[in-house]
């Protein structure tokens, strides 16, 4: 077998992006030079190494026992890379994936925390929906994932080696609505008024499925605004042009004109946050920066559930509400 770098590269991103169009576009190649790459790969390794699906590619069992000596022959290429250029660091690199809401409420809390108890780590961080940080994982592109679960709370994503995941807070959801709108002066709402609410929500699939309406609401809900950016949600919500749905530990960054509603006449959306990372002996400085996901989880926490927004007459969040890192 003859695998060269570049073809192990293709590899790689393949499997995180999930498809030959996402990777090209990564890569800066064509798809067709994705085709290519593949098709010599399988090639020499003899065996089919990625499944072509109406919804995107993924690898099969032979792809993944390929990808994970590619994670392993691409680290050490790039690390003799460093080496050789007199760049290699002194600090130990961590790799974070978080789900959007998670950064806006977790990393500042995180990474201050991180700045004392492991100042040796450098720790770059980026963002994506739960299967996306999954795919990020097996790809080796980041080393650990912070992801949402929903029920019936899967532990995994059904691919082997199976993720090693721990369970670091449960949160419950909560409906984000204008301070002056048709819900001022509340500190919840019934679910048979959220019927024929205006919704500002992100747009998703089944394999991306991301925060907008209330889960589970009646009939068809009506969208009037779609978009990706929490700020820009929020901000409509502000401004009275529709609700939202969001983790209730994101009050602490809420704009003004914002409150928080919990939700009555159906059962509590419990969501978990998880971390995740391959399975086996964890890089050099991975559990630092799991312990300081939890202790900031839990900092997130206790400051969620005691905390209320003076917007108006209505408290935000109510002593009870449960907190979300």
Do not use: N
């Amino acid at each position: 077998m003859d695998f060269s770098s570049t073809a192990l590269r293709v590899l790689r991103q393949v499997a995180e992006s999930g498809s030959f169009t996402a990777a090209a576009s990564r890569l800066g190649y064509t798809q067709s030079a994705i085709s290519r790459q593949a098709a010599a790969l399988e090639r020499s390794a003899g065996t089919v190494l990625f499944e072509r699906r109406s919804d995107g590619v993924r690898l099969t069992p032979a792809g993944l026992t390929l990808l994970r000596h590619a994670r392993t022959i691409l680290d050490s290429v790039e690390a003799a890379e460093l080496e050789l250029a007199g760049s290699a660091s002194r600090t130990e690199p961590v790799r974070l994936g978080v789900f959007p809401s998670a950064g806006a409420a977790l990393l500042p809390e995180l990474l201050t925390r991180l700045a004392t108890v492991g100042p040796h780590i450098t720790l770059t961080t980026r963002e994506g929906t739960t299967p996306a940080l999954m795919r990020g994982l097996r790809a080796g592109s980041i080393d650990i994932a912070v992801l949402t679960s929903r029920p019936p709370h899967r532990p995994s994503d059904g691919e082997s080696p199976r993720l090693h995941i721990e369970t670091v807070e449960e949160t419950e959801l909560r409906v984000a609505a204008s301070v002056s709108g048709p819900f001022s002066g509340r500190t919840a709402v019934h679910v048979d008024e959220l019927v024929d609410a205006p919704w500002i929500a992100t747009p998703s699939s089944d394999a991306e499925p991301l925060l907008g309406v209330w889960p589970g609401l009646p009939g068809r809900p009506r969208v009037v605004h779609a978009t990706s950016d929490w700020l820009t949600k929020l901000r409509l919500v502000a401004a009275g042009f529709g609700v939202t749905t969001v983790p209730s530990g994101m009050s602490g960054v809420l704009p003004d004109g914002v409150s928080l509603l919990r939700v009555d006449g159906a059962p509590p959306e419990v969501r978990r946050i998880l971390v995740a990372r391959l399975p086996g002996r964890p890089a050099p400085g991975v559990p630092a920066v799991v312990r300081a996901i939890a202790s900031a989880a839990r900092a997130v926490d206790g400051g969620a559930a005691h905390r209320t927004r003076p917007h108006g007459p209505a408290a935000v969040i109510p002593p009870e509400s449960p907190p979300v890192c």
